[in-house]
T-cell receptor, first 113, second 111 residues
Framework: LAKTTQPISMDSYEGQEVNITCSHN???????ITWYQQFPSQGPRFIIQ???TKVTNEVASLFIPADRKSSTLSLPRVSLSDTAVYYC??????????????FGAGTRLAVHP | KAGVTQTPRYLIKTRGQQVTLSCSPI?????VSWYQQTPGQGLQFLFE???????NKGNFPGRFSGRQFSNSRSEMNVSTLELGDSALYLC??????????FGPGTRLTVT
């Protein structure tokens, strides 16, 4: 399974755009990149998933360069409620021998007023 | 669509006892995974069930076991509880791929 590396913590202010970069040098051909958000004492919440280039939904954008060795989660105009831990994961899709996603330490984002 | 539900939400047990946690996946989801989360170790994968069969297993002792029923509901059992088993136990479901949807968790405290 590809190991991921992301910053331990980040600080931002309300209204700013936040970009969290994740490194996954050993990503495999079948691996997808998935980001989760977790608030204290709650289960992680799926944010976005992608394979290559750019993916956008109502919550965030995910930028993946051509070599797929890194990815960047972009949160537009953050608010105090975006203060959470963000996990970047890579893992294979279903293939009969499903390899589980391994959660790293995540990035603790603190949004200040 | 209703999300993943877990019961109970909070539990206090004594060392040496056993505990059973329950998880109901999102309707139509056939894969259920269990995770343990502690401040020191973070989120750790316990096991995954798909169509009533254990498909993947993490690196936990045999005291941790699980099962899945024909309606995809899953239970996790921990026997001979230890203080270090105090944690947030999370259940996640998915159709079959790698997009998992997590429940709120069960907070287990072992005294």
């Amino acid at each position: 399974l590809a190991k991921t590396t992301q910053p331990i913590s980040m600080d931002s202010y309300e209204g700013q755009e936040v970009n969290i970069t994740c490194s996954h040098n050993n990503i495999a051909t079948n691996d997808y990149i998935t980001w989760y958000q977790q608030f204290p004492s709650q289960g992680p919440r799926f944010i976005i998933q992608g394979y290559k280039t750019k993916v956008t939904n109502e919550v965030a954008s995910l930028f993946i360069p051509a070599d797929r060795k890194s990815s960047t989660l972009s949160l537009p105009r953050v608010s105090l409620s975006d203060t959470a831990v963000y996990y970047c994961l890579v893992g294979e899709g279903f293939s009969g021998g499903y390899n589980k996603l391994i959660f790293g330490a995540g990035t603790r984002l603190a949004v200040h007023p | 669509k209703a999300g993943v539900t877990q019961t109970p939400r909070y539990l206090i047990k004594t060392r040496g006892q056993q505990v059973t946690l329950s998880c109901s996946p999102i309707s139509g989801h056939r894969s259920v995974s269990w995770y343990q989360q502690t401040p020191g170790q973070g989120l750790q994968f316990l096991f995954e069930y798909f169509s009533e069969t254990q498909r993947n297993k993490g690196n936990f002792p045999g005291r941790f076991s699980g099962r899945q029923f024909s309606n995809s509901r899953s239970e996790m059992n921990v026997s001979t509880l230890e203080l270090g088993d105090s944690a947030l136990y999370l259940c996640a479901s998915s159709l079959a791929g790698n997009t998992e949807y997590f429940g709120p968790g069960t907070r287990l405290t072992v005294t």
